[in-house]
């Protein structure tokens, strides 16, 4: 079993050294001080438990992908020796122990999200989500961030690398999440949303629910987000 540790471990980093040196090509500058910059990730599957967010045209639990792509991201932050907080680990919401109706569980859920994202010094926080729209054929992942130029700035080199490592063919921009997502809204914190693929799109959904997919979208997210600590070690 070690034995085989040590070759997964190489065969990741190999891999992940081959998408940071695409990403060489795209970064740009840090935008924050070193005081101001982020050190400590906070990963958040989105939805869980008996809110499953979105369903996939073939039945996919939206949650259940956002669990499994945010578990190989906490797995190769890791490796790299930056421990992130996760918002959950298992298919479960988060909410308090006296909420009792559907509303009230979802409202206490959120508050909570926010409340571990402010509670945690130096956050950045990463949400895992995917997409859906009533038509089929719209497909691509997608990048949303908080009000702020580091969050701005980190969604633009994320939605960037995606495309370069992942799908050429995506046309789409990081887009502000300001007034539309509760979540990026209230953080005191840098913070971006990452929206996968569309779970509406049969072929996107597909790939989504591949292990090796949700593993390259994982590397990707771990590249980029390596990169920008790497860059507020050395400010
Ligand atoms: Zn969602």
Redesign the pocket.
């Known amino acids: 079993m070690k034995h085989n540790w040590k070759k997964l471990a190489a065969a990741v980093l190999l891999v992940l050294i081959a998408v940071c040196s695409r990403y060489e090509s795209l970064r740009s500058q840090p935008v924050l001080a070193a005081d101001q910059t982020p050190c400590r990730i906070v990963i958040d599957p989105?939805?869980g438990g008996e809110d499953g967010?979105?369903t996939g045209v073939a039945g996919t639990r939206?949650?259940d992908l956002?669990l499994a792509v945010s578990l190989r991201l906490q797995a190769l932050l890791r490796l790299f020796g930056h421990e992130p907080v996760m918002v959950r680990t298992t298919d479960t919401a988060v909410y308090s122990a006296g909420a009792g109706t559907i509303s009230e569980k979802k409202v206490s859920d959120i508050h909570n999200r926010v409340r571990l994202v402010n509670d945690t010094p130096g956050a950045l926080l990463v949400s895992i989500?995917?997409?859906f729209f009533t038509q089929g054929q719209y497909s691509g992942a997608q990048v949303f961030y908080a009000d702020d130029a580091y969050s701005r700035e980190l969604a633009q080199q994320m939605q960037a690398q995606l495309r370069a490592s992942l799908d050429p063919g995506n046309r789409r921009e990081a887009k502000g999440a300001a007034g539309t997502v509760y979540l990026m809204n209230h953080i005191q914190t840098p913070g971006i949303l990452v929206?996968c693929g569309f779970l509406s799109n049969a072929a996107e959904e597909a790939r989504l629910n591949t292990p090796a997919y949700q593993t390259r979208l994982a590397m990707t997210m771990a590249a980029v987000l390596l990169q920008n600590l790497e860059d507020a070690n050395e400010v």
Do not use: L
Request: zero cysteines; a negative charge; proline letters at 0%.
């Open positions: 989105g939805h967010g979105a939206e949650s956002n989500h995917q997409n929206e």
